[in-house]
């Protein structure tokens, strides 16, 4: 069972893994954090989420900032530290760790997203498709969400709703447009060896499919 919905931003942020040192957003958002968003909406053990297809419904453009950011996070190995003996800093000094990085980010995002959703052996015997289908689009309806969905980080908020009709492609994306290779998401099969996935992102008339992750377009 599959479910339309539509997410819309000033800025959006997805960034690209090779690049370390100054943020770089991927021309579209990653199915990754579609289905994060998705997730913030209504979340069940009992069910699983599948990006089915991302359609742009703006054109695409960036713009550059620069963010103060810190260099440091706070490790466990200090927590245990202080735990054991009693003293030490269970903070980050600001301006000792601040320092200011570019960004390149997507500005006025709006996409319409498919996805839909197989049980999981957590599913109680009362859960069913039909159940959780309704929950999820009532919740949409009403705005509702577990935690604030976001595009990319968390100080880019989104907005979020059930779709109702679906925009017409901008111009400039008809016919195909090749994204080149983007982020899928992360494998979790192995705890101690998560490893990411990627795929081949074409555009169609703005349209991306996304391939099941047990596909052999996948890369791991």
Known sequence: MSIRFEVEGPNALFARP???TERVSYDIITPSAARGILESIFWHPGLKWHILEIRVCNNIRFTNIRRNEVKAVAS????RTVMELGEGELYLVTAREIQQRAATLLKNVRYVIEAEFEMTEKASPTDNPGKFQEIT???LRKG???SQPYLG???FPCRVKLCEEIPPCPDELKGEHD????LYDMDYSDPKNIQPMFFRAVLHDG???VPRP???EVKR
């Open 153 to 155: 980080c968390r100080e």
């Open 18 to 20: 090779e690049l370390h």
């Open 137 to 139: 689009k009532r919740r």
């Open 76 to 79: 466990a190995r200090s927590f």
């Open 207 to 209: 349209v991306l499919k």
């Open 144 to 146: 509702q969400c577990y």
């Open 179 to 182: 994204m080149g290779y983007m």
């Open 214 to 216: 047990d596909s052999e």
